[in-house]
C-alpha cells in the first residue's frame, strides 16, 4: 500500500538547521509531486512548498522562500526538508504529502514534530 | 489569516446533520476543485472529500461535498462521536500559485 513514513521528533536550538526526511513506497516514486505542510502547536495547517521527485524542481511559498529547502533521493525514494535559522516559531509538526492533484493530497506523513527550544 | 475561511467551530447531537462551510474567490474556489481533510486529534489529516463531491473508498456515505461560486460546504448526516475533529477545506490558489487551506473547523459532537 501507498505509505510516506517521517523521521523521528527533533529538538534544536535557535539558530539550528533541521533535516526531516520522509520515505515513500507502495508506488511510482518520481509519478507524485510532493509537498510540506506545517502546522503550529494548536493552529491549522500551513503549506511550505512543492517538490518534483522526477527532476528535484522545487516551489515554496512566499514566507519560506530562503528559509526552507527541498530535496529528493530517488535510489532510496526519499524526500527531504531542510529548515534553517531556526526560532520558536518553527515549532511544530511537519507533514509531507503526496500530491494526486492539486490540492488534492493522498496520503500524508505521520507527521514529524521539530521542537525549538534554548 | 487565509484566503480561504471556515468557521472556525461547528457542533450537533448525534444523528443530526451538520454543514461547515468553506468561502473563498474566484482565483480559488471559483475556478479549481475543494477538497476537505478530517484531522482526528493527535492524527494527519486524511482526505474525506475530493473533486468537491468526490469520497474515497472506505469514507462513509455520510460526508458528502458541494461546491457553488466561490463557495463549498461539507456536510455530515447521521453525526456520531467518532465525527469529532478538525476539518480543513483546501483549494489551489491561482494567485498564490499554490494550494491554501482554510483555518479548520472544530466540530464537536455533543
Known amino acids: 500500500q501507498v505509505q510516506l513514513v517521517q523521521s523521528g521528533a527533533e529538538v534544536k536550538k535557535p539558530g539550528a538547521s533541521v533535516k526531516v526526511s520522509c520515505k515513500a513506497s507502495?508506488?511510482?516514486?518520481?509519478?507524485?509531486?510532493m509537498h510540506w505542510v506545517r502546522q503550529a502547536p494548536g493552529q491549522g495547517l500551513e503549506w511550505m512548498g512543492v517538490?518534483?521527485?522526477?527532476?528535484?524542481?522545487?516551489n515554496y511559498a512566499h514566507k519560506f522562500q530562503g528559509k526552507v529547502t527541498m530535496t529528493r533521493d530517488t535510489s532510496t525514494s526519499t524526500l527531504y526538508m531542510e529548515l534553517n535559522s531556526l526560532t520558536s516559531e518553527d515549532t511544530a509538526m511537519y507533514y509531507c504529502?503526496?500530491?494526486?492533484?492539486?490540492?488534492?493530497?493522498?496520503?500524508w506523513g505521520q507527521g514529524t514534530l521539530v521542537a525549538v527550544s534554548s | 489569516q487565509s484566503v480561504v475561511t471556515q468557521p472556525p467551530s461547528a457542533s450537533g447531537t448525534p444523528g443530526q446533520r451538520v454543514s461547515i462551510s468553506c468561502s473563498g474567490s474566484s482565483s480559488n474556489i471559483g475556478r479549481n476543485d475543494v477538497q476537505w481533510y478530517q484531522q482526528l486529534p493527535g492524527t494527519a489529516p486524511k482526505v474525506i472529500i475530493y473533486l468537491n463531491n468526490q469520497r474515497p473508498s472506505g469514507v462513509p456515505d455520510r460526508f458528502s461535498g458541494s461546491k457553488s461560486g466561490t463557495s463549498a460546504s461539507l456536510a455530515i448526516s447521521g453525526l456520531r462521536s467518532e465525527d469529532e475533529a478538525e476539518y480543513y477545506c483546501a483549494v489551489w490558489d491561482d494567485n498564490l500559485n499554490g494550494p491554501v487551506f482554510a483555518g479548520g473547523t472544530k466540530l464537536t459532537v455533543l
Open positions: 507502495g508506488y511510482s516514486f518520481t509519478s507524485y509531486y
Open positions: 517538490i518534483n521527485p522526477s527532476d528535484g524542481t522545487a
Open positions: 504529502a503526496r500530491a494526486i492533484r492539486v490540492g488534492w493530497f493522498d496520503p
